[in-house]
């Protein structure tokens, strides 16, 4: 009996590990996409020479990687200062600490042009697969991240 359950699991076992979805886990921002609203939570996957964006099972948009014209980068940094105030109700020491502390998202955009259709998309990364998905875009589209954040801009 053990021998058949140890056989058993060494096939299902596999088979799960390979089941799950690849992709990174994205916040949509904002863009040129129809009928998706900011503060969505989809997935990016990097599929050799198209870069897909789906909502759940439902594929938003496939972008060819060589149609990306500029893959951008930023963060947002600020100051938790309404949950310290929060937790300064019922912990003054604990409250004044989180005030310090900050908080980071971190921002990457497209922008493309296939064929005369152009567009872009912002999306919020997880800070764990920033680094990564950048990487991956910059792999897959042959183009350099620019970093927002050093650029100058003038009104």
Not at 47 to 66: H, L, Q, T
Not at 109 to 116: A, S
Not at 120 to 147: H, N
């Amino acid at each position: 009996m053990r021998k058949i359950l140890a056989l058993l699991l060494c096939f299902l076992f596999p088979i799960g590990a390979f089941a799950g979805d690849s992709g990174y886990k994205i916040v949509y921002d904002g863009g040129s996409i129809p009928d998706v609203k900011a503060g969505n939570d989809m997935k990016l996957l990097l599929d050799g020479s198209i870069i897909r964006v789906k909502k759940g099972d439902k594929e938003i948009a496939a972008i060819p990687a060589a149609a990306i014209t500029e893959i951008s980068y930023g963060q947002d940094v600020h100051r938790r200062v309404g949950a310290a105030i929060g937790v300064a109700v019922f912990s003054l020491g604990i409250g004044a600490l989180l005030a310090f502390s900050k908080s980071k998202k971190h921002f990457i955009g497209l922008t493309w042009d296939d064929g005369g259709k152009k567009g872009g998309l912002a999306f919020q990364a997880d800070k764990s697969d920033y680094r990564g998905l950048l990487a991956g875009l910059e792999g897959v589209t042959g183009k350099k991240a620019v970093d927002s954040d050093a650029m100058n801009v003038k009104n």
